[in-house]
Structure formats: C-alpha cells, structure tokens
C-alpha cells in the first residue's frame, strides 16, 4: 500500500464533506489523497437546492484580493505566574486597541480580523516585512478607567505573510494545484472563517470550539429542569467544487442554562423541587432528569448528594458567572466575569483553608462561611449547600453566583424530556428550514459589513443549485426467502421471519424496578411478547422465566440496582445451570442516570458480563401500539442473542471481503487529570459480513489516533480466518470520530498499522484495504427545487416511490473522492442531515457507481431497524459500542473539586488507566461478545 503523498510530514487539515475546511496549525492538501474516480452516473438525475451561498472576491482596476497576515502578541505588562489568556480577554484587549488606535494603525485594525489567539488579518498593512508594531492597551475596569498595571496589555504585531485570497477560486477550479498553492488556499480559508466571525460575534454569541454557531436571547424557549432553547445560525466558508467557494448557512439550536441565582438554578437543573421528590419506597412520580432532591412543592436545595454533585458538575463545569457578594460590601456590583472550574464535595460551612495573618497576626482554618461574614458582611443562608471553585485556589458560596447567558448544557447531560423538548423546537419541515435560513441571510447583510467591504468580498444573496443523482434502494431479505421493498427508506416487518436465528432463549429472567409493574403485569407482556419472539424467528425454549419485582432505591437513590440484578442474574443461572443470556429490566420512567447504572452494573459488577434490555413500564403495559413495540424489541432481542434480523445483497463484497468501522469517543471536560478516550473497532466476522465482533481499548484522552490499531486489526483479521477459514484479500475501513483538522494524521498512522497487522501473520500477506472516513454533516441541507422531486414529508428524495442514496455533484471537494449522500429517510416535522463519505485510500479500484452503490446498500443493512440509516453500519455500530462504554469508564468521582488539590501547575496530566481494562472484561468475554450486547 502507498501512504498518501506528504504522509510523512506533521501536517493536516481539513474538514470535506462538501468542501468544508478548518486549518490548525498545521495544515494537509486534500491532493494529498487518493484521486476521484469520477462522479458516477447511477440513478435518477435531480436538481437541488443547498444551503450554500456562492461568493466571490472584488478588487478594483483588476489587482489581485489579498490580505496581510500579521502575527500579534498580546502579554500583560506587569506578568503574573500561571497567567491564562481565555478568549474573551484577548478579544477585549483587541477591541480597546481598535478603539485606541489613530491614523493608518485605527484603518488597518478597523477593517482586521482577529481569531482570538495570535493571527490577524487585514487588507492594510500595519508594518512592513522584518518590522513590528507595538502599542500598549488599558482594560477598563468595571467601566472605569484603572491604574492598575495588571489590567494594561502590551500588544505586539508582526508581519508574517501575504495572503492571495484569489488562490481559493483556483483551487476549485483545479488549477495550479501545488503544494505552495495549497497551502496558501488552507491559509486564505482559515483567513476567511475568521472575516466572517468577526462580524457575527458583535451581535451574536459564538458558542463552541469552532465558532461557527452563533445565538441570541431573540426568541428564546424555556427548557424543563432549569434550560432554555436558543434559536441561532451556522456559518462557515468552504471550498468547492464549483468553482467558487460558498457560504454556508444553517439554523442552529442549542440548549442552555437559565440565568439566575445558582442556589436557586441548580434546584430546577436537578428535576428537583417538582412535587414529590425524596419520598421513600417505589417513586413514579419523584423530579423528572435527575435524582431525586429538595422539598415537595418547590422549596428549594439545603444540601446535595453524590449523584446531584456530580450531575451539576457536568452541566456547570466551565459555565461563566459574576459574583453577587459585593454589592452589599461596597455597594458597586462588579462586573468581572469568572469560570466555574468545579463544585466542591464539601458543604461552605465545612471546607476551610489557612488565612494569611495581618500585619503579623497568627495564620488561622477558617470556614468559607466564616470568611465571607467577616470580610464581606454577608450572611450564608445555605451553608450545607457546597461552593463553587474558580480561578485557581478561589471558593464562593453558591447563593452568591450569579449565573449568566449563554452556558451550553452538554448533549450528554440532557433529559430524555429535554431532549424530546428540543426535537419539538428543532424539528422543521424542508421548507420551514428553507425560510429560516434565507431570514438569516437577510438579518447577516454581508453586502453592507464594512469589513468584508474592505475585504473585497461578495456574498451571494439565493441558495446555489447543485445536481444530483436519487440511487434506487435494494431488496431487503428476510427468512424463507421473502423480500420486503423498501417504500420511503422504511419497511414493514409484518409477516417477516429474521435471516438467522441466534441461540435459543433459555436461561433469562425479568426484574421490574417499576413500582407500578407488578409481577401479574409481567406475566400478562410476556404471554402476548414470547409468541411474537417465536413467529419471528427469534426461539424461545424456556417460556417460563423467573419474574422479579424490587425496589430500585432500598437503601438510597438507585441502591438497590446493584443487588436486584444479581438476583436475577442468579436466578436466570439456577433455571438451567447455564450462564445468563438476557435479562430484561423494566423501567419506571425515561431515566438516563437509572439505565447508565443498569448497564454498568450488568458489564463490571457481576461475575461474568451479562446482556440485558431495558423497556418501559408504561410502554408494555398499554395495549395501544404494544404490537410495533414487541416488534421494534424482538429485532434489539435477536441481535442480544446473536441472530441476524435481515440481510442486503451487495455486488461489491464477496466472501473474503472484511469490514471494520471504528471510532473514538473523548472523556467530557473537566478540570484536573484527563481520563482516557474510548476506542472501539467493529469487524465482520465471515464473508458473509452479517455477524460483528466489537474490539475495544482505552487510550490516553483527547488522542484521536487509535494506538492500538495494529493489535485490534490483528485480531480481527485473526477471527476472520478462525470462522472462514481464509483471511480477507480486502479490507474496507469506515471510520468515525475524525475531527476536521485530523484526516492526514490518522490515516496515515492507521493505514500503516493494517500493513503492520497484516505482516504479522505473513510478509506475503498484501489485503487490499479501502480507508474511508465517514463524516456526519449536521449542517449541510438539500431542498427540492420542485415539489415533484421531494417525498410526502417535503424532503429529498425520493423522486419515485422507491427511496435511494442523494449524491451531490458540485458541492463536493475536488479532490479526493468524496460524495455527500441523505440515506435516511426524513420524518413528518423533520429535516434530515447528510452524512458524507471521504474515500481516503483505495487499493481495492472502486468506480464512483460501485462505491456508492455499495454505501447506499448497506445502510439498508443496520440490524436493530426497519429503516435505512445515515451512517454505514459497521461504523455506527462502533460509535454505538464507544457510546455504551461511556458509563464504564466516566463514573468516578474524579469531577468533585478538593480544595486540597490545587489547579494552577499550567500543566494537564493524564489520568492513569490500564488500557485494556475493558478488553478484559468485555472482549475476552467470549460468549458476551459474539452477540450483538449493544444493540
């Protein structure tokens, strides 16, 4: 195999789909990368609409666009140990210096664009080349000016380089494709992001990593459990494959935390405080979204536990506040803005630190509380309630925080009430969407920003057409030779036995945690749910398993999960003297924090891992829709068992042809030692390729390279050969959880560890290997030019009855083969976002058709569904298996903040961990990891 050109440099780059781009600092041609066979031919032709809004770039008398790229410095005066420069700072610090600054200087800054760290750009030159311009900056303090040296900033600019904007036209036309080419269209790119950020933040917040989306407080929807919903906009400049780049624009919602009094806020964040909380026995009825807390009828928190502390350190972790504790002392509320580093496990009242004695007094302990009455006059109301910790050896009673605007709520922190809520709000239909979006184009008025004015730049004011091709979808084939046809990418399980039956159901058990699903209601689901296992094709020898009915909470909130599985465990055993197959937990409500504990107890705190499938109480006891629900679970249940529900004819893969998807998922953020990433790969176990096997390894967090690639790739290869008796002579790779900016280093380092994997067993031994990163494009939107070409929700496609595979033409890189396809289809309400496939390397010669077409048949293929799906699925299926793996390794308290452990050393270790800890028990756990467990 040849590694892509350029592999062995440090550089890499960018973002695809359709021509999206981020460059850090280092930067990767997508030349570099296998060429574009062409853009296929299969399927009905179709024009679309996109949300992506062509731009050029203007000059007058024919000169070249161009800016000048300066790098800046910006340092306090007076130097401070440990000294951080957050964004929001710098920011500041640029826009007094815009304020400041007089003649050329005001003229190139004014018309500048600052990305917050160390690059501005400019149509105007603030020095020449070799030279450096220095001014000196004073923050004002609370509106006021300061004398206060620690708040004056030395800010220094130095010519870097000149930039030619036109490069980006070239580079999407195909011309002058150098490396020097290249490498100044990823910089004239990165250059542009930056232009139109700088416009957008000034009347809009940039929220996450990228700064792409943006929100205002115009429109906003309360959230239960103490959010809001921000309604906002995405933008980002891409290249293309048009011939010119385009901006693109999407609508944006996001949640967020209400602002307000923490000590009031954190109630609510909990669920707490809504009737009914903290009552003892089976609880239907306690705080939705959280544990349990507070006084019946909203009295508010006195005091939190364990699993509260932690559940608002996930949620309030690097939120931004003001303190609210001087207004009383002297009367002039600041207006200084901190970062909430983490929440103490220690109440106010009990967490002390050592007090410098004045003018030679004794040192003393002294309690927060005590602190704040004897230096600030205030009064602690809640003392029991725990304090918040900022800076780097700062604590502040809760009551005293005010929390502001604009603090995200992690996806992963939201309710399922939160998150059906969002839906709710989110969810458009196609031509909603379409308005919104070009609402935003007028609200933006690129055509009248002076700064992109100077910049020469010009915006499109309509939505591009794109051509594309709808592929028909293929026969899904179920048992006894029957076919169902796909009809609007779904299709009816009814009359339908599964392709392979897995092993017989004999030694399983049913424990309700839900106080108002007795063990009568158990009999009477099961009576009418074992006949629908059986007419599927899923065997049901033992008809009689043990039913079991526990208090969740004996012994506190979720204590009693541990001890009831066990006994079920144990009880499912003692049926047959056979290991536990299945065990199926009834629920009380939709609670992500009592299924994450399930999960965890069932993989770590029993002997051997067991499978087990949580339903809802509610759900199997209503007799409306009971039919598809037991349908929908006997397609999970068959999996869990190790049968295949269904299967999809592929030209393009024969019997010695291996799939692996893989993906990595990173520790949430969080103060102190980084715990480890999760890597999961996902092979076909046969030529076949209907059975899977899950690898799994922890690494050192935040590392998007899979370190032990060779190893996991190895075995796999290993048990291929083990069921087929041949190894593969292909190997085609679907990976997930590449960030933009990580192409180049990964598959560089992964595509060597498959030639290193494969040398193992044979220096003759040479599969060819097809490397394709799958990237999920939230953002990218295509509209039906005519209503004839979209389906009965609104959305593309199909253009017939028959649902297919939407392939882009234009709005694609130029190099390498990339094609940006919609396979799920949408629903009522709901616009349907595009999952792009980067085709990396390919030794195995895929046309543009056969690539395609064998990307859209096998989203036909994902096993626990009567749909298509937007990812290939052995790819999803890895970023499932990462995704249930989380509870597993993110449960420690390690997100508690000690006022023993200091955080400013400047550094950031890695926390410890044995990297094969959940191979250990997981992979090696032979019987548990041959069946779909994750399904």
């Known amino acids: 195999m040849v590694p892509p050109k350029g592999s062995d440099n440090d550089r890499s780059g960018l973002d695809s789909a359709t021509g999206g781009l981020v460059v850090g600092d280092s930067r990767e041609s997508l030349t570099d990368y296998h060429p574009r066979p062409g853009f296929g031919s299969q399927g009905k032709p179709i024009q679309v609409l996109a949300n992506m809004y062509s731009t050029r770039f203007n000059k007058p008398q024919g000169e070249a666009p161009s800016v000048f790229h300066f790098d800046v410095e910006i340092n306090p005066v007076v130097k401070v140990a440990n000294q951080k420069k957050p964004k929001s700072l710098m920011e500041d610090v640029f826009k007094q210096a815009c304020q400041e600054a007089t003649g050329d200087l005001k003229k190139a800054l004014d018309a500048g664009a600052f990305d917050l760290a160390k690059n501005v750009y400019t149509p105007f030159k603030i020095c020449n080349e070799g030279q450096k311009k220095e001014i000196i900056v004073s923050l004002r303090e609370d509106g006021r000016e300061t004398d206060d040296d620690k708040r004056r900033f030395r800010v220094v600019f130095q010519y870097a380089n000149k930039l030619d904007l036109d490069t980006i036209r070239q580079f999407c036309n195909g011309d002058r494709q150098t490396e020097t080419t290249n490498n100044e269209m990823l910089a004239s790119t990165q250059a542009m992001n930056v232009l139109f950020r700088q416009d957008a933040s000034l009347n809009y917040k940039p929220v996450g990593a990228q700064g792409r989306r943006f929100f205002g407080l115009e429109g906003r929807v309360p959230l239960s459990n103490g959010g809001e919903i921000l309604l906002g906009f995405m933008q980002s400049f891409r290249f293309t494959n048009s011939g010119m780049p385009a901006m693109q624009l999407d609508t944006a919602y996001s949640a967020f935390v209400a602002p307000g009094l923490l000590h009031q806020v954190a109630p609510a964040l909990l669920g707490a405080g809504g009737g009914g909380g903290g009552r003892g026995g089976f ?388 103060g102190g030692a980084v715990p480890p990433s999760i890597v999961c790969t996902v092979s076909t176990t046969s030529g076949a390729n209907l059975n899977m096997c899950p690898s799994i390894r922890l690494q050192e967090g935040r590392t998007e390279i899979i370190r032990d690639f060779e190893d996991m790739v190895y075995n796999h290869i290993k048990m291929f050969e083990q069921k087929g008796k041949t190894k593969p002579e292909k190997i085609l790779v679907f990976r997930d959880g590449v960030s933009e900016g990580q192409y180049g280093l990964v598959v560089q380092n992964e595509l060597r560890a498959i030639r290193l994997a494969a040398a193992r067993f044979s220096d003759n031994y040479k599969p060819k290997v097809t490397f394709t990163i799958c990237a999920k494009r939230h953002h990218m939107r295509f509209f039906a030019s005519k209503p004839a070409d979209a389906d009965r929700t609104g959305n593309l496609p199909p253009g017939d009855i028959d649902s297919g595979s939407l392939s882009t033409l234009e709005f694609v890189t130029p190099t390498p083969s990339t094609f940006t396809s919609k396979r799920m289809q949408g629903f009522k309400g709901l616009h349907v976002p595009l999952t792009s496939n980067i085709v990396v390397a390919d030794e195995n010669g895929f046309t543009a058709d056969s690539m395609q077409q064998m990307c859209n048949h096998l989203c036909y293929s994902y096993q626990r569904a009567t749909r298509s799906v937007s990812m290939i699925p052995v790819a999803y299926y890895a970023d499932i298996v990462a995704e249930k793996c989380r509870p597993l390794v993110y449960t420690e308290d390690d997100s508690l903040v000690e006022p023993s452990v200091s955080s400013g050393t400047g550094g950031r270790d890695t926390m410890e961990f044995d990297p094969l800890r959940l191979k250990k028990r997981i992979e090696d756990s032979l019987d548990f990891n041959s069946v779909g467990w994750y399904m």
């Open 283 to 670: 609880d239907r009825g306690r705080g939705r979204g959280g544990p349990p807390g507070g006084r019946p009828g909203g009295g508010g928190l006195d005091s939190i536990s364990p699993p509260q502390l932690r559940k608002l350190n996930e949620i309030l972790r690097t939120a931004r506040f003001t303190p609210t504790h001087r207004q009383a002392f002297d009367h002039s509320p600041t207006q200084r803005v901190y970062t909430i580093r983490g929440i103490t496990s220690q109440a106010a009242a009990d967490l002390k630190f050592l007090l410098s004695g004045r003018d030679g007094g004794v040192d003393r302990m002294v309690s927060v509380v005590d602190y704040f009455q004897q230096q600030y006059n205030v009064t602690t109301t809640k003392p029991r309630l725990p304090c918040i910790a900022y800076g780097q050896k700062n604590y502040i009673p809760m009551e005293f925080v005010q929390i502001l605007p604009f603090n995200s709520i992690p996806m992963r922190s939201l309710s399922s009430d939160q998150t059906a809520e969002m839906i709710r709000v989110a969810a458009k239909r196609p031509d909603e969407r379409r308005a919104m979006i070009g609402e935003w184009r007028q609200k933006l008025n690129y055509a009248n920003l002076p700064k992109l004015k100077a910049w020469g730049v010009e915006v499109q004011q309509n939505m591009s057409q794109v051509k594309a091709r709808v592929i028909n979808p293929p026969d899904v084939m179920y048992g006894a030779n029957k076919t169902a046809r796909a009809n609007f990418g779904g299709w009816n399980l009814k009359g339908l036995r599964f392709t392979k039956p897995g092993r017989p159901l004999k030694s399983w058990a049913v424990l309700s945690f839900d106080r108002m699903c007795t063990v009568q209601d158990l009999q009477k689901f099961l009576s009418y749910f074992i006949p629908v296992l059986n007419q599927s094709g899923c065997p049901v020898e033992n008809n009689r398993p043990d039913l079991l009915h526990l208090n969740p909470d004996q012994g506190g909130p979720n204590a009693g999960l541990d001890a009831g599985l066990k006994q079920a465990a144990r009880q499912a055993y003692l049926q047959n003297r056979v290991d536990p197959q299945l065990v199926i937990v009834i629920l009380p409500r939709k609670d992500t924090i009592m299924y994450s504990e399930i999960k965890r107890i069932a993989a770590e705190s029993l002997k051997l891992p067991i499978v087990t499938q949580c339903l809802q109480g509610m759900k199997i006891k209503q007799e409306r829709g009971l039919d598809q629900y037991c349908g929908n679970i006997s397609m999970k249940i068959h999996c869990k068992l190790g049968g295949v529900t269904h299967q999809v004819r592929i030209p393009a893969l024969d019997e010695r042809t291996m799939m692996i998807g893989a993906d990595v998922t990173h520790p949430p953020p969080k």
